[in-house]
């Protein structure tokens, strides 16, 4: 898979806009009263490429989709797909599929009908019948083979109230795929899903993307998406933190070292005579960076610091992204 | 556009709600009809003025169009919907217009189950009862088309209002009070203003016979001019409004 990335630190440098790119928010900056909820975002994604957009709860992850979609008008830059705004393309919902919120369903209708009066906005013919009855058939033709798609076709005709939470996203993503989408947009839609419902959803996007198609999905738990993204958008405050291929997040992996000795003192400067460095935890305790413990072990009995504890501490992309969109006192 | 009304239509029939509001106006009309019908004298339901007041048992039905509008556009706000409808069509002007269409389509089928109702069972009861019929073809005629009139346009309206509102509980309530309530007191209290209160140029598209009202042509008249600030209202509101 091709994967179109700019690691950009802070605020991004004006980008001129580039064939192909999807995905574009540019000096994005939304207010809502004296909250900042997007600040000066800029991001550009490559056609099929499978982005991550990361941040914690009120990052700005949400405002950002609704301004691609014309849905939050933004208080100054832009946000463009295929190279304009949203309401500017022609049959947008032909290019565009978009799950915003788990539960945007009226629950006393059916699914189907639900899909129906979408895909009837939508405006498909079949063969160019453009009477009533042709429209009728051509959206009736497209919901039963997105039904299909999401596996939803048995309860297709029950009131939206009884569905499971689950069986809500997958609707949601029917809904999405009417249009037979280039750029699936998708705003948390493991929310609430139990661990079926996840991988069901990450064998789908990467048949998806397989088609060279383009996603761009949020959450909070980098868990989540690390196995589907190939590059993520990691926001936090409205600001952007880091805009990376996954690779260059695995890569800060590190294997820390944590130390608990009374004289931990002299062992950091001991250490620091190997050119290793340390950070010092609290009174007794010390984290060595991107060094075995047998090594930190040898350096310490070389220095005659008693040791009380030894834990070698792998770190997860978890603890990358928290550490990534950590407070930063100001 | 025609994509969007059908659309619109779907949802108007795909949930309970506007079968609900049908089931409300028949029940009304019908109470209406039976109790102006059955309870007055053979002598009174000779006068010309309780006849009217007989066969236009039908105007309730113009609250109940004005509740579809209401709950066309509300609902979509209240259970997120809103948001999958302007992903898909994104000029927002063009959704609540299919949906002003809609309404009055539903308004128009509204109207004549009311004037069904309320002639069908009116006139049964006046020849059941052996009391001839005392409104000419003009006042008929009158009271037909003027229930069609109102029950479309208030439905039209109702999209407005909703829009403006948005919230489904604060239109709807909002919506009663003003009809029940504030309009009946401005009409009692200020007549005024009140026979130029969007209910009191309604009455006057049915009413003829109220001399405070102004002439049916001129509350048909100034019916939509209301309807098409209300839902000039709302489509401004709605397409600068952020749907969050």
């Given amino acids: 898979m091709t994967t179109t990335s700019h690691a950009v630190a802070g605020s991004p440098p004006f980008r001129a806009l580039v ?28 056609r099929g490429t499978v982005t991550g957009f990361l941040g914690p709860n009120g990052a700005g992850k949400t405002t950002t989709l609704r301004m691609l979609l014309h849905l939050v008008e933004p208080t100054a830059g832009s946000a463009l797909v295929f190279g304009r705004h949203y309401q500017e393309l022609e049959r947008p919902a032909d290019r565009v599929g978009a799950v915003l919120e788990a539960a945007d369903f009226h629950p006393g209708r059916s699914g189907r009908d639900h899909l129906f009066s979408l895909a009837l906005a939508l405006g498909q013919t079949t063969a160019g019948d453009r009477s009533f009855a042709g429209r009728e058939r051509a959206a009736r033709t497209r919901v039963d083979a997105v039904l299909e798609l999401v596996e939803l076709s048995g309860a297709a005709r029950r009131r939206v109230g009884s569905y499971s939470l689950g069986m809500r996203q997958r609707l949601g993503l029917a809904g999405a795929l009417l249009g037979d989408p280039e750029l699936l947009i998708l705003d948390e839609p493991a929310n609430g899903l139990d661990p079926e419902g996840v991988r069901w959803l990450r064998d789908f996007l990467r048949r998806f993307a397989a088609e060279g198609k383009t996603v761009l999905v949020s959450s909070h738990v980098l868990a989540e998406v690390a196995q589907t993204v190939d590059q993520v958008v ?27 000795a009374p004289g931990v003192v002299r062992l950091q400067s001991a250490l620091e005579g190997q050119g290793i460095r340390s950070t010092l935890l609290d009174g007794n305790e010390l984290l060595v960076e991107g060094t075995p413990s047998a090594r930190v072990g040898e350096i310490a009995f070389h220095a005659g610091v008693l040791l009380h504890e030894l834990v070698p501490e792998s770190s997860t992309l978890e603890d990358v992204f928290l550490e990534l969109t950590a407070e930063v006192p100001s | 556009m025609i994509d969007q009304l059908l659309s619109e239509l779907r949802k108007m029939r795909s949930t309970r709600t506007n079968f609900g509001l049908l089931a409300g106006m028949i029940g009304l009309t019908l109470l209406s009809v039976l109790v102006n019908g059955l309870v007055l004298s053979v002598a009174d339901l000779r006068g010309h003025d309780n006849q009217h007041t ?83 073809t003009n006042h008929v005629l009158l009271l037909v088309f003027g229930t069609l009139l109102m029950t479309a346009l208030w439905a039209a309206l109702g999209v407005g209002l909703g829009a403006v509102v948005k919230n489904q509980v604060f239109a709807v309530i909002g919506l009663i009070l003003w009809a029940f309530a504030i309009d009946n007191l401005l009409r009692e209290l200020v007549p005024d203003v009140g026979r130029f209160t969007p209910v009191g140029v309604s009455d006057s598209l049915t009413a003829g016979f109220a001399d405070y009202l102004v002439a049916p042509v001129a509350g048909g008249l100034l019916l939509i001019a209301y309807t098409v600030a209300f839902v000039a209202a709302g489509a401004f509101v709605v397409a600068r409004r952020d749907v969050t």
């Fill in chain 2, 54 to 136: 007989l066969l236009s048992a039908g105007t309730s039905g113009a609250l109940f169009a004005a509740l579809i509008g209401v709950m066309a556009i509300t609902s979509e706000f209240r259970h997120g919907t809103i948001r999958s409808t302007f992903v898909v069509t994104p000029d927002r002007s063009r959704v609540i217009a299919a949906k002003v269409i809609a309404s009055l389509l539903m308004g128009v089928a509204f109207g004549l189950v009311a004037i069904g109702l309320s002639f069908g069972v009116g006139y049964a009861i006046l020849a059941g009862r052996g009391i001839d019929f005392a409104l000419d």
């Fill in chain 1, 234 to 260: 990691i926001i936090n405050k409205g600001r952007l933190v880091t805009f990376a291929p996954l690779a260059e997040l695995t890569a800060r992996l590190s294997g820390g070292v944590r130390v608990r």
């Fill in chain 1, 19 to 46: 064939e192909g790119e999807v995905v574009q928010a540019e000096h994005l900056t939304k207010r809502f009263g004296d909250l900042v909820a997007v600040d000066d975002l800029g991001f550009a994604l490559g």
